[in-house]
T-cell receptor
Framework: KQEVTQIPAALSVPEGENLVLNCSFT??????LQWFRQDPGKGLTSLLL?????REQTSGRLNASLDKSSGRSTLYIAASQPGDSATYLC??????????FGKGNQVVVIP | DGGITQSPKYLFRKEGQNVTLSCEQN?????MYWYRQDPGQGLRLIYY???????QKGDIAEGYSVSREKKESFPLTVTSAQKNPTAFYLC???????????FGPGTRLTVT
């Protein structure tokens, strides 16, 4: 069974610092990995999708890397802003078209 | 605008009543999903459907039922058999293959 872990559950950083969020998964047989953002009481917004054949994806201040062999992905957010405060979830897509989610990293960016 | 709509945003029910949550998408996606989110837990898959008139149980299907009569719609019924129905329910859809999954805004169900 695929297990996805995100540690720490919560973190705070001063505005302007780079954010580094980690995601680990137990089964390297994945189709892709997706990072999401969730604001309180809202649905999930897709940030980045990395296919299993890719090593990284970038969008603006966001960069996500994928190392399938070690079962890890890292989301970097450059020059964090208070508006980046949210919960970030990673999910891996399994062979049956299903996603397995981590519990998320709750981020607070302190002005 | 393309997207996924869920209604209502908040739903209150008495224990012992069945309740149906709506999910509609106009993205022309084949696959649709229902998740449940509880505080401190990740999203857990309830049911999913990869094509009209077909659906499969997810990890926590007990006490729930679904139908998929139209491509655009995937309603979820929370039955009285569900022991802890109070939660945040999220609907999602995706095209076939290794593509992104898109989420609706969610329905918060409270059962007292």
């Amino acid at each position: 069974k695929q297990e996805v872990t995100q540690i720490p559950a919560a973190l705070s950083v001063p505005e302007g610092e780079n954010l580094v969020l980690n995601c680990s998964f137990t089964d390297s047989a994945i189709y892709n990995l997706q990072w999401f953002r969730q604001d309180p009481g809202k649905g999930l917004t897709s940030l980045l999708l990395i296919q299993s054949s890719q090593r990284e994806q970038t969008s603006g201040r966001l960069n996500a890397s994928l190392d399938k062999s070690s079962g890890r992905s890292t989301l970097y957010i450059a020059a964090s802003q208070p508006g980046d405060s949210a919960t970030y979830l990673c999910a891996v897509k399994r062979g049956n078209n299903r996603l397995a989610f981590g519990k998320g990293n709750q981020v607070v960016v302190i002005p | 605008d393309g997207g996924i709509t869920q209604s209502p945003k908040y739903l209150f029910r008495k224990e012992g009543q069945n309740v149906t949550l709506s999910c509609e998408q106009n993205l022309n996606h084949d696959a649709m999903y229902w998740y449940r989110q509880d505080p401190g837990q990740g999203l857990r898959l309830i049911y999913y459907s990869q094509i009209v008139n077909d659906f499969q149980k997810g990890d926590i299907a007990e006490g729930y039922s679904v139908s998929r009569e139209k491509k655009e719609s995937f309603p979820l019924t929370v039955t009285s058999a569900q022991k802890n129905p109070t939660a945040f329910y999220l609907c999602a859809s995706s095209p076939p293959g290794p593509y992104e999954q898109y989420f609706g805004p969610g329905t918060r169900l409270t059962v007292t």
